[in-house]
């Protein structure tokens, strides 16, 4: 396990959250600079929280709040890949608020394959097909590891879905690994 790393709010940003609202303790924040960006769309939010609202209501906000900045998906795309590379897993599955898990493929032609698929599934330019089917790939292999330790397929979709975009699991899905796609994966190798 890995100590559990928020995204900071501020707009546009992909570093640690390492600091919380100190008012309402909803979203966590790089530093100041961008907390004072982002207290314009978290205001609202933050006042709900500090007064009597529901949790069903703050969460809603909140909701509210992340679709106003548009933080895009890339942004958690680009945390989850500097926390890879900063401690070596190949992907981490944030399990709850206080820790998250982090997986490694073992199973060298696994590892590969499930790099080849995170390579395809970020890469815009491919055809919606193609993405698809390297997301379904990669929820495939990492429910399969997960699920030893307690971590849901419906989990591992949601964050995937945070991450890349929304897919329909249970869909037509093919995957298929192209020569060059391969080659760039094993030159990105250790």
Not at 33 to 52: L, R, T
Not at 110 to 125: E, P, Q, Y
Request: proline residues 4%; charged residues 25%; contains cysteine.
């Amino acid at each position: 396990s890995v100590p559990h790393e928020e995204v900071c709010a501020g707009p546009e940003c992909t570093n640690a959250g390492v600091q919380k609202c100190g008012r309402c303790k909803l979203v966590s924040y790089c530093g100041p600079v961008c907390q004072k960006a982002h207290w314009k769309a978290h205001k609202k939010v933050c006042a709900k929280a500090a007064g009597d609202s529901s949790r069903a209501e703050l969460q809603a906000a909140l909701q509210g709040e992340m679709a106003s900045m548009r933080l895009d998906s890339s942004n958690l795309r680009v945390s989850q890949e500097r926390r890879c590379e900063e401690t070596g897993f190949d992907y981490i599955i944030t399990a709850d608020a206080r820790q998250d898990l982090g997986l490694s493929f073992e199973n060298a032609f696994m590892g590969i394959a499930f790099r080849t698929a995170k390579l395809v599934a970020g890469d815009r330019s491919r055809e919606p097909q193609q993405r698809h089917g390297a997301l379904c790939r990669m929820l495939d292999t990492i429910a399969t590891n997960a699920v030893r330790f307690g971590v849901s397929r419906a989990q591992v979709h949601t964050q995937l879905e945070a991450e890349y975009e929304p897919f329909n699991p249970d869909g037509p899905a093919r995957f298929d690994m192209s020569k060059g796609d391969l080659e760039t994966v094993m030159d990105r190798l250790p």
